[in-house]
């Protein structure tokens, strides 16, 4: 499989959907680490290019899940890279090893999944394990940089359910916001 990088750009022509300033965007971006969780060398090397791509300096990877929970625990990153399919454990399995707060020491670290499945079955999947975001392969510079401003500078709450800890579903995440605001602008009358 051969991949073109000649569209690959500098961070300002990029241009992430969120209004944030480029000089910020690329601050944070350069100050981050990243940890990429996938088997397939050639799909880790491509991801490093992109993360450099977009100002990202220091990113770890490791070749499965297991070797991934162990990397969490050791280098601590601002954000994982998860493939769906690795020998061994796969993504929803360490998922569930990840968002365990009772039993995993960073259950709360953003992960993005990036997978060639894009099923509504393993989407729904992956958002009842916990991930924060979900990208298919293959992917653009532009949709990486765009979910990682996302779990970078609008993170969604953390919540706990009897059978769910991760990030506030969009829906309860929007109803969430719009209560806050809503008691913001709430005024008491004698």
């Not at 259950?107 to 990208?135: C, Q, S, W, Y």
């Not at 653009?140 to 970078?152: A, P």
């Amino acid at each position: 499989m051969c991949f073109n990088f000649s569209d690959i750009g500098s961070i300002s022509r990029l241009k992430p959907t969120m209004n944030i300033a480029p000089a910020a965007l690329a601050l944070r971006l350069a100050n981050i680490k990243v940890l990429v969780v996938d088997d397939d060398p050639g799909s880790r090397k491509l991801v490093r290019t992109l993360l450099a791509a977009i100002g990202v300096r220091t990113v770890y990877d490791a070749p499965d899940g297991t070797a991934g929970l162990e990397a969490v625990c050791n280098r601590a990153p601002d954000v994982v890279i998860l493939d769906w399919e690795m020998p061994g454990m796969k993504g929803p399995n360490f998922m569930r090893m990840l968002r365990a707060p009772t039993t995993f020491p960073y259950p709360d670290t953003p992960v993005i999944m990036l997978t060639g499945h894009g099923e509504r079955a393993k989407v729904a999947e992956a958002i009842n394990v916990g991930v924060n975001e979900f990208l298919l392969k293959p992917v653009s510079s532009k949709g990486l940089l765009d979910r990682m401003v996302s779990v970078l500078f609008m993170p969604r709450p953390m919540v706990i359910e009897p059978d769910y800890y991760g990030p506030a579903r969009r829906k309860s995440a929007a109803l969430m916001k719009a209560n806050a605001e809503d008691q913001a602008n709430f005024v008491m009358l004698n």
